[in-house]
């Protein structure tokens, strides 16, 4: 069975910068498709930024401020975010395999992991 692990959460004063980092295990069929999804108790869960198929895609709340990258293996994939905002506030979660659809739907991934709190004080 496939499983995804996050790293990396904490908190941080406005205007730092944390790294999340995710690791798959288990099968998963392609390590190309995977990404970040985050979510505010009471909302729905917004997608960060992915890498599908070798191209990256970002949100535009987070754009500049945030970049998704892989190693060199493409395995563990990472969510670099600068200039942190008390709006950033969340649980971060990682995706892995993906089905054809829009990046951002909840629907288009089908494993999840078990989320990293990003805590963001003013």
């Known amino acids: 069975q496939a499983h995804v692990a996050e790293s990396g959460g904490g908190s941080m004063q406005a205007g730092g910068s944390l790294r999340l980092s995710c690791t798959p295990s288990?099968?998963?069929?392609?390590?190309?498709?995977m990404g970040w999804f985050r979510q505010v108790p009471g909302k729905e869960r917004e997608g960060v930024a992915a890498?599908?198929?070798?191209?990256?895609f970002t949100a535009t709340s987070v754009k500049g401020r945030f970049t998704i990258s892989q190693d060199s293996a493409k395995t563990t994939v990472y969510l670099l975010m600068n200039n942190l905002k008390p709006e950033d506030t969340a649980m971060y979660y990682c995706?892995?395999?993906?089905?054809?659809?829009?990046?951002?739907?909840?629907?288009?991934?089908?494993?999840w992991g078990q989320g990293t709190q990003v805590t963001v004080s003013s």
């Open positions: 288990g099968y998963i069929s392609d390590n190309k498709y």
């Open positions: 890498i599908v198929g070798g191209a990256t």
């Open positions: 995706v892995a395999a993906w089905r054809p659809g829009l990046w951002n739907l909840v629907s288009s991934w089908e494993v």
